[in-house]
């Protein structure tokens, strides 16, 4: 039996930092896209207390109707490489 959701939408976002470029991609379930989360890894936490939120732009790159498809394809763009560049808060 497969379990029911309580969230409506899964998805893949982008968050950039419009002073120096560097960018987030992280995987968030919620019931509203535009419920202003903002990411949760710490290096980005501390670009948003640095820079001032103001100064981060989120895009919502896919849109998954659940959780399995959604880490799925975060596990595709977040790779140990891409976490390496020095361009990402990931």
């Known amino acids: 039996m497969e379990a029911i959701s309580i969230y409506t939408y899964f998805y893949i976002y982008k968050i950039t930092n419009t002073i120096n470029n560097k960018i987030y991609i992280g995987a968030h379930a919620s019931n509203d ?8 890894g710490k290096a980005l936490k501390n670009a948003i207390k640095k ?6 732009n989120k895009e919502i790159l896919f849109i998954f109707d659940n959780p399995v498809d ?4 975060e596990k595709e763009l ?7 560049q020095d361009d990402n808060y990931n």
Do not use: C, H, Q, R
């Open 33 to 40: 896209l535009s419920d202003n989360y903002m990411g949760s």
């Open 51 to 56: 820079y001032g939120i103001e100064n981060f």
């Open 70 to 73: 959604m880490y799925a394809k």
């Open 78 to 84: 977040v790779t140990i490489e891409f976490i390496l």
